[in-house]
Nanobody
Framework: QVQLVESGGGLVQAGGSLRLSCAAS????????MGWFRQGPGKEREFVAA????????SYTDSVKGRFTISRDTAKNTVYLKMNSLRPEDTAVYYC???????????????WGHGTQVTVSS
């Protein structure tokens, strides 16, 4: 099975940018749709963004549209989340996930990373 490891989190001021990376351990990454989720303090996990296995389709939750960009590099088995114009409400642990459903967007994600902390100060 695929193992996912997130990196790139940290502390940034409001209005700043960060790029998160998610490295996958196996070639099965290339056949999986990938997603980013986040969980803020005292909140439930929420969907942030997804990208199809080919990279040709993307989806974003309304609150990040125009600010965040998801992308993938199949040769590096890595998916990215570029975050611009960060706001304090973006503070959360960010998780990447992989799903092998045939529908778009994916119906479920079956492999998850352990998360990376993003903190946005005001």
């Amino acid at each position: 099975q695929v193992q996912l490891v997130e990196s790139g989190g940290g502390l940034v001021q409001a209005g700043g940018s960060l790029r998160l990376s998610c490295a996958a351990s196996a070639r099965a990454f290339s056949s999986a749709a990938m997603g980013w989720f986040r969980q803020g303090p005292g909140k439930e996990r929420e969907f942030v963004a997804a990208i199809s296995k080919s990279g040709g389709m993307t989806s974003y939750t309304d609150s990040v549209k125009g600010r965040f960009t998801i992308s993938r590099d199949t040769a590096k088995n890595t998916v990215y989340l570029k975050m611009n114009s960060l706001r304090p409400e973006d503070t959360a642990v960010y998780y990447c996930a992989a799903g092998w459903t045939t529908s778009w967007p994916p119906r479920e994600y079956t492999a998850w990373g352990h998360g990376t902390q993003v903190t946005v100060s005001s």
